[in-house]
């Protein structure tokens, strides 16, 4: 890609966009998360090919966070400077979350869910990414110690405010969720999108949360669908170098892919028989359940988005394959759990 981009003018002709619950907003059927690479350490010019191969090919929901990246809020730099020099003339196609709630800054306001901290951390991100406003802003995780009114007050701000077109949450656990939508409906910006762990070797929390989403008309962004790189070729034969699992900075550990490896293989050779890669079986498995409205990718390089986006060609499967996956996984039926 040269300095001076244009946008791929075909970019809408293939992606799927699903509405977010019962709301008015459509989304990618795939989004981009910047968790990893879109750091300081990392290589810009990278960076920016991926956020723009995803762009150019559909993707219009991105994800961040105050502290993604190592050091932390430098993926919402890098996002900024990427917004200015190629894509702010295309901020109304775009639908950009940030999120706050873990470890951002030093002392007792630089985490959790206060509304000092909250509303600090959005007034933070805002002038990382060199935006007026985000379409989602998320409270990153439940905190048991500030009560949810007040976590939730703060969200309701950011809306009623114009700094947050939305609102959102993160991890909550079903009862709390449940409490969270409630509040946000009787104050008239009712919840977006919830974000969950969600892949097919992490299902709990789906399963435990589809069926109130379904009845609240909340959304479901799932999030690491590949379990951080776990479910593709890449650990089938060791663990490359400049894997997620050998890097200091990664949140994946080499300890938590070794076992994994037999299942791993026989998922990969059914993924060949259907003449997908595993990445993006594993993605078309999710692409396939319509409780999911979004689902969230990671990824180090433009040609592993190429790669995943194919999971659009063949998000098909028949009873017989979704019980072999279950088989090889051991897991309950894949379609447990439907309200
Ligand atoms: N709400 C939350 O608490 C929360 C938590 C976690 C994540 N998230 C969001 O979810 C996003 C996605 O999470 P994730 O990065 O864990 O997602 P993921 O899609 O499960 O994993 C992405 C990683 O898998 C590897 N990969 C991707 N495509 C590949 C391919 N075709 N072949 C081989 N390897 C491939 C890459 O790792 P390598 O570096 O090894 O190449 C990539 O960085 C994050 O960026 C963030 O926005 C939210």
Not at 7 to 17: D, E, I, Q, S, V
Not at 134 to 154: F, K, L, M, Q, W
Request: proline share 4%; charged share 20%; with cysteine.
């Amino acid at each position: 890609m040269s300095d001076h981009y244009t946008a791929n003018p075909g970019r809408y002709n293939t992606m799927p966009y699903r509405r977010s619950g019962n709301s008015g907003v459509l989304l990618s059927s795939l989004s981009l998360g910047l968790w990893h690479n879109f750091g300081d350490v990392d290589r810009y010019d990278n960076s920016r090919q991926m956020l723009l191969t995803a762009f150019d090919n559909g993707i219009c929901s991105m994800d961040l966070d105050n502290n993604y990246c190592p050091p932390a809020g430098s993926a919402e730099e890098t996002f900024g400077r990427i917004m200015q020099q190629d894509l702010m003339h295309h901020r109304d196609e775009l639908f950009i979350s940030t999120k706050a709630g873990h470890l951002m800054w030093p002392g007792p306001y630089g985490e959790w869910g206060s509304r000092k901290s909250m509303l600090a951390s959005l007034d933070q991100s805002l002038k990382r990414m060199k935006l007026d406003y985000v379409d989602i802003y998320y409270s990153h995780r439940y905190d048991s110690n500030t009560p949810i009114e007040e976590t939730v007050g703060a969200l309701i701000h950011a809306v009623k405010s114009g700094k947050a077109l939305y609102a959102g949450i993160s991890k909550y656990p079903v009862e709390v969720a449940r409490k969270a939508f409630s509040l946000l409906k009787a104050a008239g910006v009712p919840c977006l999108l919830h974000q969950i762990r969600y892949s097919m070797l992490l299902r709990e929390d789906g399963n435990n949360l589809f069926g109130l989403h379904r009845k609240e008309g909340v959304g479901c962004i799932s999030f690491s669908p590949l379990a951080q790189g776990v479910l593709t070729e890449k650990y089938l034969h060791g663990i490359p170098e400049d894997s997620r699992a050998a890097k200091e900075s990664g949140f994946l550990k080499v300890n938590q892919v070794v076992p994994l490896v037999g299942k791993i293989q026989k998922l990969h050779d059914m993924a060949v028989e259907r003449g997908q890669t595993l990445a993006q079986m594993a993605i078309a498995w999710q692409l396939t359940d319509d409780r999911i409205t979004t689902v969230l990718i990671g990824a180090s390089s433009p040609g592993q988005i190429l790669e995943n986006l194919k999971a659009l060609n063949n998000t098909s499967f028949t009873a017989e394959e979704l019980q072999k996956i279950n088989l090889i996984l051991d897991t309950p039926p894949f379609w447990d759990g439907i309200a």
